[in-house]
Nanobody, 118 residues
Framework: QVQLVESGGGLVQAGGSLRLSCTASGGTFTNTGWFRQAPGKEREFVAGITWSGVITQYSDSVRGRFACSRDNAKNTVYLQMNSLKPEDTAVYYC?????????????WGQGTQVTVSS
């Protein structure tokens, strides 16, 4: 069973940037997704990337601002978040995608908090 660990969250002002990392160990690291959960809301899909890194997908709310990439030599997937907005505040999780469309996650990490101040 693959284990995922997220890092890189923090507090940033609106308009700023953060880069999240998701590092895998103990298993196969295939198609990968980023999800987020804000207080009082359901977990939602944010971005996904195939194992090859060639194909990505994004939710409408982040497309054009966030970019997903990966370095398989380091077993790490990244989420570059630019032009952050207060509504991006959430706990961000990475997961193995067991289904691409619609994206379905499994083997969740523990999450990393992202807080965007206005």
């Amino acid at each position: 069973q693959v284990q995922l660990v997220e890092s890189g969250g923090g507090l940033v002002q609106a308009g700023g940037s953060l880069r999240l990392s998701c590092t895998a160990s103990g298993g196969t690291f295939t198609n990968t997704g980023w999800f987020r959960q804000a207080p009082g809301k359901e977990r939602e899909f944010v971005a996904g990337i195939t194992w090859s890194g060639v194909i990505t997908q994004y939710s409408d709310s982040v497309r054009g601002r966030f970019a997903c990439s990966r370095d398989n030599a380091k077993n790490t997937v990244y989420l570059q978040m630019n032009s952050l907005k207060p509504e991006d505040t959430a706990v961000y999780y990475c997961a193995v995608l067991t289904h691409w469309l619609p994206p379905v996650g499994n083997s969740w990490g523990q999450g990393t908090q992202v807080t965007v101040s206005s």
